[in-house]
Each structure stands twice: as structure tokens, then as C-alpha cells.
């Protein structure tokens, strides 16, 4: 199924890379309250509707206020671009890629890059565990917002 310029060749939500393991959907990164509620507001017609019911979404800037953890947890586009993070096919970044990914795109080159980035991020989880205590939320409240950021669920640690 082809959607917008690119085309979907996964159902939904399945068949995902056998190293890559997200905790949580885009659907619920939305709701949660990601990247100030910034990011994907100008693209709602790409994905499924029902991803944005209960969105905290800001289309005019970033209210680092709706994030889950209330913090600003994110670097700008400008940074990524200049850092070489960023691919053409998805120019807003990591979680375009894996709105898309989720979605049923699949790019093999891009999506073992993308995969490495995310695992990556796994450090963060060993730093909040070994400062924080269980469950303890308001313990590294920026390394949490960044880790729902990358679809892990931060709440659980």
C-alpha cells in the first residue's frame, strides 16, 4: 500500500526487527507527551487518527509543559541536521522514522541505523537505576523525558 511517498509493506505494528523492542506505540509517546507537543502537528493526515485523540500537541511551539515529565528533553532539528542524525526520507527525525516504522514502512539500511540510535539509548536506563530508586519519578526527570522520547517507557524504572 503506498501512503503519501513512500509505501507500507509491514501491517501495522508488526514484523518489527528482532532487536528492536519499543516499550511503547507513537500513539501512546502522544499521549504520554513527547518533544512539547511540537513534533507531527503539521502531518496528522499522514498516520491514523486515532494516534492524535488524546495527543498533548501544540502546533504553534514547544511547551516543554505537556511533556510527561515537564521538562525540555530534546535537542532542535538544527542540531540533528548538523550532527548528520537526520535522513532525507525522514527529515524530522528519529521518531518520523519510527512513526513510519510502526506504520508498516521498511527501509533495511535506514532501519538498522535507526535501530542502532535507539539502542543506544539503553545507557540512560542503567544510570536512572543505578541513582534512582524504583519508581521514583522526579529522580533524573530530563534522562526519563528523553527515553519516552525513544519509545521506552521511563515510568518503569
Request: aromatic fraction near 14%.
Amino acid at each position: 500500500m503506498q501512503k503519501g511517498s513512500y509505501y507500507l509493506t509491514e501491517p501495522m505494528g508488526q514484523n518489527f526487527d528482532p532487536e528492536f523492542k519499543p516499550e511503547l506505540t507513537p500513539k501512546q509517546m502522544l499521549e504520554l507527551g513527547v518533544f512539547g507537543g511540537k513534533y507531527m502537528t503539521d502531518c496528522r493526515d499522514e498516520f491514523p487518527h486515532d494516534w492524535y485523540e488524546n495527543a498533548k500537541l501544540s502546533p504553534e511551539k514547544k511547551k516543554p509543559s505537556l511533556n510527561f515529565f515537564e521538562i525540555d528533553a530534546s535537542l532542535s532539528l538544527k542540531v540533528w541536521q548538523k550532527k548528520g542524525w537526520i535522513h532525507l526520507v525522514d527529515p524530522r527525525g528519529w521518531f518520523q522514522w519510527y512513526c513510519r516504522y510502526y506504520y508498516g514502512r521498511r527501509i533495511p539500511e535506514e532501519d538498522q541505523r535507526q535501530i542502532k540510535r535507539w539502542k543506544a539509548m539503553r545507557r540512560h536506563i542503567g544510570a536512572i537505576q543505578k541513582n534512582c530508586v524504583l519508581g521514583v519519578l522526579t529522580c533524573r526527570r530530563k534522562q526519563r523525558q528523553a527515553l519516552l522520547h525513544w519509545a521506552y517507557d521511563s515510568r518503569r524504572i
